[in-house]
């Protein structure tokens, strides 16, 4: 759903990088030791050079069908963030 969104408002197919997808975490983390001491979550990071999220997304006063099933992941166990920065970006965590 973020893809989706981040290629349909991202600006023109001639723009350099309009849309940007990262991704990271999943190691282990260890102590000085190389003992495991918890398991890093992973992540992945969408971000476009679109107008953004509308203000009453970013204050919490509506949500898209996209944004509220993203957030429906956090019933398991998912984190999800977004925010305006040169565009939109959708961070989720699990």
Do not use: C, H
């Amino acid at each position: 759903e973020a893809l989706i969104n981040a290629f349909k408002y991202a600006a023109g197919p001639n723009q350099k990088e309009p849309v940007q997808v990262s991704v990271g975490g999943g190691l282990e983390k260890t102590d000085a030791s190389g003992a495991e001491v918890e398991p890093r979550r992973r992540w992945i990071l969408v971000r476009d050079n679109g107008p953004g999220f509308p203000k009453d997304v970013l204050t919490g006063k509506r949500a898209g069908f996209g944004l509220a099933f993203l957030s429906g992941m956090s019933r398991d166990g998912w984190s999800i963030t977004w925010g305006n920065e040169n565009g939109a970006w959708i961070r989720a965590e699990f």
